[in-house]
């Protein structure tokens, strides 16, 4: 498969590196050599399968509007843009081809999540009270995290009571990713924790998302279909 990878920080040079041992053929754009998507031109992306985003906010929308309206699936690692999720979509099935997004790639993030609905399903209505503190690297841009927003959101999903949850976060060093759930009453505490050692997880979650889209069209959250790469 070809892939492109658009992004050639230390997540996307460990996507390249993770997609060239499963025998891929890559090839990385940086962000100085494709400002506001001038280099996604129609007969560039021909050359590519998919393309996979680990970029910015403010980049990563150029990229896809170049990437979808060529027909190139695209994978995106990328977060704080979902407020242009419904347009980049719509784009996506209009043009007949494939979006797949998630806040974290990693399998044991999306178990994670499972785990952290079902916690809100389960106590969100029986007086516990909750709050999600998330740690990453100093030169993160968003915050909170996506994958914070994420658990806030699976436990709204399993309680409206706990919908909204307190988010607190810290930027620390080279920190890949810590994020920590815990729901107390005034009779125990219980903790989900979820601890990222390098960022190898995130990137061979993305290299398999993006071999499971080469074959597909629509739009899809990671989170749907993990279990399926």
């Given amino acids: ?10 997540t996307g040079k460990l ?7 499963c025998g891929h053929s890559i090839h990385v754009l940086d962000a100085k050599e494709n400002p506001n998507g001038a280099a996604l031109t129609p007969p560039f992306l021909t050359g590519f399968d998919v393309a996979i985003d680990f970029t910015t906010p403010e980049a990563v929308i150029p990229n896809l509007r170049a990437c979808l309206a060529t027909g ?7 977060t704080g843009w979902y407020a242009q999720l419904a347009e980049m979509r719509g784009l996506a099935e209009r043009k007949q081809t494939g979006l797949l997004y998630s806040s974290n790639y990693s399998l044991g993030v999306q178990v994670t999540l499972q785990l952290v609905e079902l916690l809100g399903r389960e106590l969100g209505n029986k007086g516990y009270k909750f709050h999600i503190s998330e740690t990453h690297h100093s030169s993160k841009l968003d915050a909170p995290s996506g994958t914070a927003l994420s658990m806030q959101q699976a436990l709204g ?13 810290h930027r620390e060093g ?13 009779a125990d505490r219980i903790v989900i924790t979820h601890e990222a050692f390098n960022r190898r997880g995130f ?7 993006a071999e499971w889209l080469s074959t597909r069209t629509g739009c899809y959250d990671f989170h749907d279909i993990f279990t399926q790469v």
């Fill in 203 to 209: 990137a061979e979650g993305a290299v398999r998302a």
């Fill in 157 to 169: 999903k399993g309680s409206h009571k706990a919908a909204g949850t307190e988010i607190t976060s």
């Fill in 15 to 21: 996507v390249a590196e993770v997609a060239a041992e």
């Fill in 174 to 186: 080279d920190a890949s990713g810590l994020h920590v759930l815990e729901a107390s009453s005034d």
């Fill in 1 to 10: 498969m070809r892939i492109l990878i658009l992004g050639a920080g230390k």
């Fill in 72 to 78: 190139v699936r695209t994978v995106v690692g990328t």
